[in-house]
Nanobody, 114 residues
Framework: QVQLVESGGGLVQAGGSLRLSCAASGSANVMGWYRQAPGKQRELVTSITSGGTTNYADSVKGRFTISRDNAKNTVYLQMNSLKPEDTAVYYC???????????WGQGTQVTVSS
């Protein structure tokens, strides 16, 4: 059973930084992060392929950086210049194309105070 375990998150002031990590129990094709703020739909924040191709939502470009360590099956999200509107629960995901499944992490709260 593939599992994703997230870590990081917390409370930070606007302009600050946080780093999220997500460790998978197996090798995934695409990994990334969604977020969901109260009363809003879940939105894609960023993704990265096993080859290192990245994709970012316009709202986080230039502030967030995704990276991955394929040897550790781990993806990282470095979040800089955080804004109150970045406040949300962040969910890691991993796509396993051979199995045709997407796995989700448990979610981690990020709160940015103004």
């Amino acid at each position: 059973q593939v599992q994703l375990v997230e870590s990081g998150g917390g409370l930070v002031q606007a302009g600050g930084s946080l780093r999220l990590s997500c460790a998978a129990s197996g090798s995934a094709n695409v990994m990334g992060w969604y977020r969901q703020a109260p009363g809003k739909q879940r939105e894609l924040v960023t993704s990265i392929t096993s080859g290192g191709t990245t994709n970012y939502a316009d709202s986080v470009k230039g502030r967030f950086t995704i990276s991955r360590d394929n040897a550790k099956n781990t993806v990282y999200l470095q979040m800089n210049s955080l804004k109150p509107e970045d406040t949300a629960v962040y969910y890691c995901y991993a796509d396993y194309q051979a199995m045709g499944v997407r796995k989700w992490g448990q979610g981690t709260q990020v709160t940015v105070s103004s």
